[in-house]
């Protein structure tokens, strides 16, 4: 049951309950107590025989009945307690570990999430933690009130016979290793159970994500066979656990019955040559039957331990990953000076250099626009900047700095980010424009949402800014979820502003809007786009085209097209779609 790892494992998921020491102390009194009473209901039924109906003592008629219900009482009441607090402080542990998951999960570096997918978190912190929940609650308690009840029990059965107890603890041997096997057969089992469990979870997302796709390419009975396929494997492997289980307690319980059988026959010979009382050997074979029920809990509780420890080696697979690394301290005013210097940067689980000694400076309060076609680098540069990652080789500054010397937290505040894949939660529009933020007043929001050209929707909604807008603005059109993550950024108002196909979203004429608005947000910061729109680049102070990770040209709109190169074919070929846009355009955005 409990091996080197099994020992470890259930060690540090104790920790979780240290916590709470007064109650752990009040629930294993009233295990002792329970403990107790067990022997004392044998010795009673002992004094019922010998004094009550052999020796017609008149006062054992009263005293012993009294006992006898005593015992019951006592046991009770320490039976309620010890299950209330063992449930109160179960509780506190599992609420303690979702916290510390959820916190570990908001501070993973990304490259951690393009490890597991979406649903294999979400079963982590759903169906394992509630897997741990009855190894903090019910399998402790088992193991020790068990436990205290055999070893009282045992210890009055020695009172009584050592010679016929030591016979009985001859099967001991035979029993831990059944037990053992078992705990290894359940613990495979259960993993490859907590795996099934966040394959379904993550097709279960994918399903609800992807039902207008399901729906438009007919798949509906192509996911409904690989779901079925992974619930049936969660079938099997749950069901291999319970087999092995339901053999378990069985086997464990026929030895004991066996060893039982043998020690009532030598008994009741002794019995015969007056070696026992009637009282004594009914008391004995009591204490013995007493011991059945606790260790088939003992027996049993192996499952509820290889489940918990499964679940276990899961959740703290989660919680042993490292954190974004942030050992800058500096937290000085920003102008928005970026360079890099010779970076490379390579994927994890890739053959090949994302960025391949890459060397640009992007001006402060100037606009860079990036333009390449797909996997050019494009996306890893910005994420570079934000530090999403960090390089390979080379050099990242920022106004003359090492990126890395910078606190990271403070870093991503200098950072307003706007991507053509809008996130929105599912809360007010005034919670989702000032998403992370409790300072800004209702005036600042306003001005936001105007600035964005969102408020001319926002003020036509049941409640205005406090209209629920549903899972990631679900009852917006996309063009409101766009101009709600643009007010969002400019009541960031940070130096340094990168746009990913901010703007893909938009009509021609919601897009002329926003490009008028957003003259306002690039003025006095930094900003990079990446577009594919010629109205959004073709007025950068700056262009750069990018292939294969490298920096191929640079110049603005007109020189590049001089050049007759990349970004001219791409222009020609329409890779950069020009767009309607107002007579004066907005020069970086």
């Known amino acids: 049951m409990f091996d080197k790892n099994t020992l470890t494992l259930y060690r540090r998921l104790l920790g979780y309950i240290k916590l709470y020491k007064g109650m752990i102390a009040l629930t294993i009194f009233m295990l002792m107590?329970?403990?107790?009473?067990?022997?004392?209901?044998?010795?009673?039924?002992?004094?019922?025989?010998?004094?009550?109906?052999?020796?017609?003592?008149?006062?054992?008629?009263?005293?012993?009945?009294?006992?006898?219900?005593?015992?019951?009482?006592?046991?009770?009441?320490?039976?309620?307690?010890?299950?209330?607090?063992?449930?109160?402080?179960?509780?506190?542990?599992?609420?303690?570990?979702?916290?510390?998951?959820?916190?570990?999960?908001?501070?993973?570096?990304?490259?951690?999430?393009?490890?597991?997918?979406?649903?294999?978190?979400?079963?982590?912190?759903?169906?394992?933690?509630?897997?741990?929940?009855?190894?903090?609650?019910?399998?402790?308690i088992v193991i020790i009130r068990d436990s205290l009840i055999v070893l009282a029990l045992f210890g009055y059965m020695l009172y009584i016979s050592w010679e016929l107890t030591l016979l009985m603890l001859l099967v001991g041997p035979v029993v831990a290793w059944i037990i053992n096997k078992a705990s290894k057969l359940m613990r495979q089992s259960s993993k490859h159970m907590q795996s099934n469990m966040g394959q379904l979870t993550h097709q279960l997302e994918e399903g609800l994500v992807g039902h207008r796709d399901i729906k438009m390419y007919g798949a509906e009975h192509y996911e409904q066979d690989r779901f079925h396929h992974t619930a049936n494997e969660l079938f099997k492997h749950t069901l291999r656990v319970t087999k092995v289980a339901a053999l378990n307690v069985p086997l464990v319980q026929v030895l004991a019955a066996l060893a039982l059988s043998g020690v009532i026959y030598i008994a009741m010979q002794l019995s015969a040559q007056d070696a026992f009382t009637p009282g004594e050997l009914l008391s004995y074979i009591t204490a013995m039957a007493l011991t059945f029920e606790p260790i088939r809990r003992l027996t049993n509780v192996n499952l509820v331990i290889q489940k918990g420890m499964a679940a276990s080696e899961s959740i703290f697979d989660l919680l042993d990953q490292p954190e974004e690394a942030n050992p800058g301290q500096l937290r000085p005013a920003i102008q928005g000076k970026i360079e890099f210097k010779n970076v490379n940067f390579q994927y994890l689980n890739s053959n090949s250099l994302a960025l391949k000694n890459f060397s640009l400076d992007f001006p402060p309060y100037k606009t860079t626009a990036l333009v390449g076609q797909s996997g050019s680098g494009k996306t890893t540069l910005v994420n570079l900047i934000a530090r999403f990652y960090l390089p390979s080789d080379g050099d990242i500054l920022l106004d003359d700095t090492p990126l890395n010397e910078f606190d990271l937290n403070y870093l991503r505040q200098q950072i307003a980010f706007v991507s053509q894949n809008v996130v929105l939660f599912n809360d007010s529009v005034r919670a989702n424009i000032a998403y992370g933020h409790t300072e800004y007043d209702e005036q600042a929001i306003m001005q936001a949402a105007k600035d964005a050209h969102a408020w001319e929707f926002i003020e036509k909604l049941p409640q205005g800014l406090d209209t629920l807008i549903g899972d990631n603005g679900a009852l917006l059109s996309g063009g409101q979820r766009q101009r709600l993550a643009i007010a969002r950024a400019f009541l960031k108002n940070a130096p340094i502003l990168i746009l990913d196909e901010a703007t893909s979203a938009l009509d021609n004429q919601s897009e002329a809007m926003i490009q008028v608005a957003m003259d306002k947000l690039r003025r006095d910061r930094t900003v990079i786009i990446i577009a594919h729109r010629l109205s959004t680049i073709e007025n950068a102070d700056q262009i750069v085209v990018m292939e294969h990770g490298e920096l191929k040209e640079l110049g603005n709109h007109q020189q590049l097209l001089a050049l007759n190169g990349l970004y001219a074919g791409l222009y020609q070929q329409g890779a950069l779609e020009e767009t309607t846009h107002v007579s004066d355009p907005v020069n970086s955005i």
């Open 33 to 140: 107590v329970i403990a107790a009473m067990e022997p004392a209901t044998a010795a009673i039924l002992k004094d019922l025989v010998d004094r009550s109906l052999i020796e017609k003592d008149p006062d054992s008629f009263l005293i012993l009945p009294l006992m006898l219900a005593g015992v019951f009482i006592v046991k009770g009441v320490a039976e309620y307690f010890s299950k209330v607090a063992s449930q109160w402080i179960a509780q506190k542990a599992i609420l303690q570990i979702r916290a510390d998951m959820h916190r570990k999960m908001q501070f993973l570096p990304l490259p951690i999430f393009q490890q597991y997918s979406t649903g294999t978190l979400m079963s982590k912190i759903t169906y394992d933690v509630a897997q741990t929940s009855n190894a903090l609650s019910e399998a402790w």
